[in-house]
């Protein structure tokens, strides 16, 4: 016990001589300057939220066109799939047929004692014989070219078959690979969207949507200043009128990206919808929507026509007349009315 108290006093003594036999060290590490820290970043202002919260959802409804093309085109591989499957199998019910109608020749042949029909036909004495199995010979050997032919084009035709399958089977999954991309990415958009949406205050949030309109309103103005309504005719088709109808019937329902209807709609999936129920299909993304139905000048528009937004066509609308929209906004607005031109115009479509 003696042995260890006095082995305890001699080190609390050796690291007390430590630290007084270094205390130019120790005013030192006292005195160092402590790491500097990182600039502060300066506050946004609202306006800058605003712009960089549409920009994410704009964003996002871009890529929520790539993974409609991509869910389009995969179910286009996965159709093509099945019809070749279905044709392979058929081909393959002929192989077999064809191989039957073979081995019942070789039998018959292997019943007249394995001869040919063409020594049978030479080894005759009956003239007359000899003339009607040299036709029978004939008509036979016609009849097994044909079959052969018929089934060297049934293997090619299955070797294509498979070749195409093939084909289909790589574009199925690579289109499975751009919807799981598209996918993550406007997932990843709303969700920082959303983030920096909740970071703000309930009064800031309300002074966000103020200013959501109130740019809104400013390009509706302007749009309307230039004169674009002068001549403007409100008289939609009949089929035209049907769309209107439904489009505007859905007023209140909530954005969701993907979604067709009949709870919720994004942009596209309204605009498609309502021209379904009018009778007239159209593509299923506004991209493609822009792509694929005529175009017409604005000066010409009426009711149901499509009026496509921002210069990588990542919106759309459908005009109700006296320079209105029917349109489902974004993820947290539900679909509305709104100006026709309280977005950059790309141009305008007409279904029908």
């Known amino acids: 016990m003696n042995r260890r108290r006095h082995a305890i006093a001699t080190i609390t003594v050796v690291c007390a001589l430590t630290v007084l036999a270094s205390p130019a060290l120790t005013l030192q590490a006292a005195a160092a300057p402590l790491p500097p820290l990182p600039p502060s970043q300066p506050k946004k202002t609202l306006e800058e939220v605003r712009k960089e919260i549409d920009g994410l959802y704009r964003q996002a409804a871009a890529a929520t066109d790539a993974y409609n093309l991509a869910e389009e085109k995969a179910d286009e591989q996965s159709d093509e799939i099945v019809k070749l499957a279905r044709m392979i199998v058929a081909g393959n019910e002929r192989i077999d047929d064809l191989k039957a109608r073979a081995g019942a020749a070789a039998r018959a042949q292997y019943r007249n004692g394995g001869l040919p029909d063409g020594a049978q036909l030479v080894l005759t004495n009956d003239p007359q014989l000899f003339l009607d199995n040299a036709s029978r010979l004939k008509e036979g050997q016609k009849a097994t070219r044909d079959l052969l032919g018929e089934m060297t084009r049934t293997q090619d035709e299955l070797t294509t078959y498979a070749k195409d399958a ?112 009018a009778g007239r299909p159209i593509p299923r993304t506004s991209q493609e929507q822009w792509r694929l139905l005529p175009r017409v000048d604005i000066k010409d528009m009426r009711p149901g026509d499509l009026i496509v937004y921002f210069k990588d066509a990542s919106h759309i609308g459908m005009y109700v007349g006296n320079g209105a929209i029917v349109h489902a906004p974004r993820p947290g607005r539900n679909v509305t009315i709104a100006g026709a031109g309280s977005m950059e115009i790309l141009g305008v479509v007409r279904p029908g």
């Open 166 to 277: 093939s084909v289909n089977w790589t574009k199925l999954e690579a289109n499975r690979l751009k919807q799981a991309k598209a996918k993550k990415e406007i997932n990843d958009k709303i969700a920082a969207a959303k983030k920096l949406e909740s970071s703000l205050a309930a009064e800031e949030r309300e002074r966000l949507l103020r200013l959501e309109q109130q740019e809104q309103y400013r390009a509706q103005t302007a749009w309307l200043d230039s004169g674009v309504l002068k001549g403007l005719s409100d008289k939609a088709t009949p089929e035209g009128k049907r769309a209107v109808e439904f489009a505007t019937a859905q007023i209140g329902k909530p954005y969701v990206w993907g979604a067709e209807g009949p709870r919720s709609y994004d942009c596209s999936g309204l605009t498609q919808s309502a021209w379904a129920s």
